[in-house]
């Protein structure tokens, strides 16, 4: 259960990678991991600085807790760039659509507008869903060190079944 002032996370330690297939079946890619819950508190204020131990190697990860209030801002701020990603994108999409389904005079070259309405819509494409994702996932948790390899290890959120949170 997250309720504003204390937040679970998963501390996790990669065991192994597997990718199988490719050729005749799908490719596939197995990650396992092992990992420990915690509950943390978060700050009234600023930021505070707490060490995780890791369930494999015990290993102490550094990882720092944000306070309810930028955590809340944080979140509100890449919904809002999520927003706008998709409202940028359907105006270059529209508008990339209208100049290039015309047909031109003789002459003349599509405008400046167009191949940078092109690349405003790859840029929405691609980065819309990455900020909804990052909405969804930040926590106000971060890891900031981990013992080498710092790839195999990771924080993540606990996810809460939907009617349980309160
Ligand atoms: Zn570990």
Redesign the pocket.
Known sequence: MNTALSVEVA?R??LGERTEGGVVTPRRRTVTW?SRQYRLTRPDTGRETVELD??????A?LAEVRDPGTTRRVRLVLGALAVLAVVVLVAALAYAVHEGGRTLPEGESLPVLFPVSLVAVFLGFVSAPALWAGRRNYTGVSLLE??KPRR??RIVPVRVPRGRRR
């Open positions: 501390v330690h990669l092992a890791c369930p494999v190697c015990s290993a990860l981990a013992p195999g290890h």
